[in-house]
């Protein structure tokens, strides 16, 4: 079965720093890879996704991931944080056999000031 | 460019009794999406519609849970009667034609967040 894991629940970062969102994921055939982001009381923004081609993928609001298929990581990153960015960040995988989106538990992203 | 609307945003109710959920999606989008939040968890799909078919309604508790989407545009979610354990957040979600593109990215409205007591 297809599955994606965030391990760590909460990832603090102090604003200008660099951060990184761990994913990885479990998938039988190729894999279909989503970053999303939900603020207070609002629903899931995508930010980004891996179809194919390019390891390094870039979305909105300066975020990247790079998708590892040795490492099956998909790990969020941006170069410098900001206080804004502070929300909770979900990794999903698309199920080839269902085509059904698989969320991950969800990482906190807190950057202070 | 409207987003997905849902409504209402909050909903008290006590168990036992009916409730329902409506959704309008994107403009153009084919394929609706119910989505069930719980505290802490990441969203898991109730049910997926192309048009006005429910082409996945697998994880759908049938025996409580119904849905529609009559004209292949709005949805609507019922749940009769709820119980406690249905307190959580309900989403609805859009993308273009499925088929085509079935890697399309998902619209997620904000979401009816239900209490029941």
């Known amino acids: 079965a297809q599955s994606v894991a965030q391990p760590e629940d909460q990832v603090n970062v102090a604003e200008g720093n660099p951060l990184t969102v761990k994913c990885t994921y479990s998938?039988?055939?190729?894999?279909?890879l989503f970053w999303y982001v939900q603020y207070p009381n609002r629903g899931l923004q995508f930010l980004l996704k891996?179809?194919?081609?390019?390891?390094l993928v870039k979305g909105s609001y300066g975020f990247e991931a790079e998708f590892n298929k040795s490492q099956t990581s998909f790990h969020l990153k941006k170069p410098s944080a900001l206080v804004s960015d502070s929300a909770l960040y979900f990794c999903?995988?698309?199920?080839?056999?269902?085509?059904?989106?698989?969320f991950g538990t969800g990482t906190r992203l807190q950057v202070f000031p | 460019e409207a987003g997905v609307v849902q409504s209402p945003r909050y909903k008290i109710i006590e168990k036992k009794q009916p409730v329902a959920f409506w959704c309008n999606p994107i403009?153009?989008?084919?394929?609706l999406y119910w989505y069930l939040q719980n505290l802490g968890q990441g969203p898991e799909l109730l049910i997926r519609?192309?048009?006005?078919?429910?082409?996945?309604d697998s994880q759908l508790p049938k025996d409580r849970f119904s849905a529609e989407r009559l004209k292949g545009v709005d949805s609507t979610l019922k749940i009769q009667p709820a119980e406690l354990g249905d307190s959580a957040v309900y989403l609805c979600?859009?993308?273009?034609?499925?088929?085509?593109?079935?890697?399309?990215?998902?619209?997620f409205g904000p979401g009816t967040r239900l209490t029941v007591l």
């Open positions: 403009s153009g989008h084919n394929t």
């Open positions: 979600a859009s993308s273009p034609s499925y088929g085509q593109g079935a890697y399309n990215e998902q619209f």
């Open positions: 998938v039988s055939g190729n894999p279909y």
């Open positions: 519609y192309e048009n006005e078919e429910a082409v996945d």
């Open positions: 999903a995988v698309r199920d080839g056999n269902t085509d059904k989106l698989i």
């Open positions: 891996y179809i194919t081609g390019d390891n």
